[in-house]
């Protein structure tokens, strides 16, 4: 069974950092597209970043992220481990949110979406 969890999140104050990590678990034949997603109260879910496999053992390859976040947060893998990871930086209030990892994983013939369970992120003002 394939499973994501996530680590890293917590509480800093406006001007902070933190860095998410997502690690992966289970028999898994390839992991393709890898990313961030967050929710606030009463929001819906929104893209964070995501970053292809770049294919072999090395780091990723292309990465998009969203507007609100380029520039600060950076997102990046390591194929040889099937984890992804996000830093963020000058992090403000309107980050707050839970942070969720998802990956397009392939396992026993079968491509599916798989989620985390999601860390809180919580940024003071």
């Known amino acids: 069974q394939v499973q994501l969890v996530e680590s890293g999140g917590g509480l800093v104050q406006a001007g902070g950092s933190l860095r998410l990590s997502c690690s992966t678990s289970?028999?898994?034949?390839?992991?393709?597209?890898m990313g961030w997603y967050r929710q606030a109260p009463e929001k819906q879910r929104e893209l964070v970043a995501v970053?292809?496999?770049?294919?072999?053992?090395?780091?990723?390859?292309?990465?998009v992220y969203a507007h609100s976040v380029k520039g600060r947060f950076t997102i990046t893998r390591d194929n040889a481990k099937n984890t992804v990871l996000l830093q963020m930086n000058s992090l403000t209030p309107e980050d707050t949110a839970v942070y969720y990892c998802?990956?397009?994983?392939?396992?026993?013939?079968?491509?599916?979406?798989?989620w985390g369970q999601g860390t809180q992120v919580t940024v003071s003002s």
């Open positions: 289970g028999i898994i034949s390839v992991i393709r597209a």
């Open positions: 970053i292809t496999s770049g294919g072999g053992g090395g780091s990723g390859g292309n990465t």
């Open positions: 998802n990956a397009q994983i392939t396992t026993g013939g079968r491509t599916g979406n798989y």
